[in-house]
T-cell receptor, first 115, second 108 residues
């Protein structure tokens, strides 16, 4: 299996622009997670989906952030409009959740720089 | 106070030394993860445990639920073990809360 795939790997944009990050989970996994990592705050959960349905979006920082999962093999995280403080590495992870000790597999991350 | 605290924040050791990284948490959890993040940035899950002890090669993870504490040990450390090690606790069914990480450097 190719693992969790994220694109782009690097994104540089200007303040005010729309940014879309993409994630393809591992085939057969039914849970998908979006995380953000910064030097100041470390890793934080933004939102997660079970069977394509958003379950917990309490970590989404503002209305500028939105996430969708239109099908089991694709998810997007959108920031509109972007701000310099959104600069971070954004990770997507997936898991097969039916048992207690399910393990999450992380993608390589997207490094976002907002100028 | 963070819900998950790791110590030390930074650790430098010589090749071959026995390494211990600690994780304490203040909330009820269903499981605890140890993750490894290499300088390139990728995150790999090392262990997921809810009780006792797990071993994989030179890595050993233990957890004491009553004391809300977990340790990650590395035996016969090697420069390739240099990475950031992150403790994460699972609150409820799926939500992970992360420690700030321990930056480990193993010198040859």
């Amino acid at each position: 299996d190719a693992g969790v795939i994220q694109s782009p790997r690097h994104e540089v944009t200007e303040m005010g622009q729309e940014v879309t990050l993409r994630c393809k989970p591992i085939s057969g996994h039914n849970s998908l997670f979006w995380y953000r990592q910064t030097m100041m705050r470390g890793l934080e959960l933004l939102i997660y989906f079970n069977n394509n349905v958003p379950i917990d979006d309490s970590g989404m920082p503002e209305d500028r952030f939105s996430a969708k999962m239109p099908n089991a093999s694709f998810s997007t995280l959108k920031i509109q409009p972007s701000e310099p403080r959104d600069s971070a590495v954004y990770f997507c992870a997936s898991s097969f959740w039916t048992v207690l000790l399910n393990e999450q597999f992380f993608g390589p991350g997207t490094r976002l720089t907002v100028l | 106070k963070n819900e998950v605290e790791q110590s030390p924040q930074n650790l430098t050791a010589q090749e071959g030394e026995f390494i211990t990284i600690n994780c304490s948490y203040s909330v009820g959890i269903s499981a605890l993860h140890w993750l490894q993040q290499h300088p390139g940035g990728g995150i790999v899950s090392l262990f997921m445990l809810s009780s006792g002890k797990k071993k994989h090669g030179r890595l050993i993870a233990t957890i004491n639920i009553q004391e809300k504490h977990s340790s990650l040990h590395i035996t016969a450390s090697h420069p390739r073990d240099s990475a950031v090690y992150i403790c994460a606790v699972k609150k409820g069914a799926q939500k992970l809360v992360f420690g700030q990480g321990t930056r480990l450097t193993i010198n040859p």
